[in-house]
Nanobody, 115 residues
Framework: QVQLVESGGGLVQPGGSLRLSCAAS????????MGWYRQSPGKQRELVAV???????NYVDSVKGRFTISRNRAENTVFLQMNSLKPEDTAVYYC?????????WGQGTQVTVSL
């Protein structure tokens, strides 16, 4: 059974940094495009960063220059380095394939940016 487990969230002040991790088990994601998504209360879940199987990356405009997605293929892990965090980055962050796969959604990890 495929599982994606996110970790690394927490409470951070504006301007701070966090590094999120997504560990995949039960499946091999090396050939897949992987993404980080986020959802805040009252809003739809949005894709914020993607890393293609080729290694190419794409970001939503609101996080460009601040977030960096990367992957460790050998360990089947995807990361999201988040710098210069803003209150509007507050959300639950999830990883999944791109396009997403319904059965792969995990619990996510909460990121709260606040004084």
């Amino acid at each position: 059974q495929v599982q994606l487990v996110e970790s690394g969230g927490g409470l951070v002040q504006p301007g701070g940094s966090l590094r999120l991790s997504c560990a995949a088990s039960g499946g091999i994601f090396r050939g897949y495009d992987m993404g980080w998504y986020r959802q805040s209360p009252g809003k739809q879940r949005e894709l914020v960063a993607v890393i293609r199987s080729s290694g190419r990356t794409n970001y939503v405009d609101s996080v460009k220059g601040r977030f960096t997605i990367s992957r460790n293929r050998a360990e089947n892990t995807v990361f999201l380095q988040m710098n210069s965090l803003k209150p509007e980055d507050t959300a639950v962050y999830y990883c999944n394939t791109d396009p997403w796969t319904a059965s792969y959604w995990g619990q996510g990890t909460q990121v709260t940016v606040s004084l």
